[in-house]
């Protein structure tokens, strides 16, 4: 019988649900504990020797990543609006991420910036994810909300920059969840 090791990253792994390095791990003891009962064959030993590099390896990155900052797979296009006075409701704020896209075509991440009185507003899509997100928080950063909307991204947001809602989806309302911080 042969064992395979199939590595396709902690990204892939991480987005998809998928621990691969936990079952890599135990198959690399396993491995072990086969050569230490046994006489392995000099390729198998090479195998071996060559997964438990790789194995040191990959737990080295995975330190690393998780040390690490986040890192976005495409660094978002911004618009930072500055001040803004008065009301800018879900319509100017959906217009203004509109013409960002329009104005930047191809990319996955989006993201518009402005600020209030009162609060700080981070208004940001990823097409690619299909996920729209709104932050608001106080000034003074003692709290805020985070809505988040998933699917038909797009048309979410060209419905409510002509007046209609981010709940507004080709298929009916599909509501965001809230969270308070």
């Not at 936990?22 to 504990?33: C, D, I, R, S």
């Not at 690490?68 to 296009?77: D, G, K, L």
Request: proline share 3%; net charge positive; aromatic share 10%.
């Amino acid at each position: 019988m042969s064992n395979h090791v199939i590595i396709l990253g902690a990204g892939f792994s991480f987005d998809t649900g998928i621990a691969l390095l936990g079952e890599f791990v135990e198959k690399m003891w396993e491995l072990a504990a086969q050569k230490a009962r046994a006489a392995v064959r000099p390729s198998a030993r090479y195998t071996v020797r060559s997964s438990v590099n790789t194995l040191f390896i990959c737990f080295g990155l995975v330190v690393f990543l998780s040390i690490s900052p986040p890192v976005y797979a495409e660094e978002p296009i911004v618009a930072n609006l500055g001040v803004k006075s008065g009301v800018f409701g879900t319509t100017k704020q959906a217009g203004a991420l509109e013409q960002l896209i329009k104005n930047n075509p191809g990319k996955n991440a989006y993201k518009v910036i402005y600020t209030t009185n009162e609060d700080i507003v981070v208004f940001e899509c990823d097409l690619k994810k299909e996920v729209l997100v709104r932050l608001r928080n106080t000034s003074n950063g003692g709290h805020g909300t985070e809505e988040t909307w998933v699917g038909d991204i797009l048309f979410r947001i060209n419905s409510a920059a002509r007046g209609g809602s981010l709940n507004d989806t080709s298929q009916g309302k599909k509501y965001s969840t809230t969270q308070s911080f």
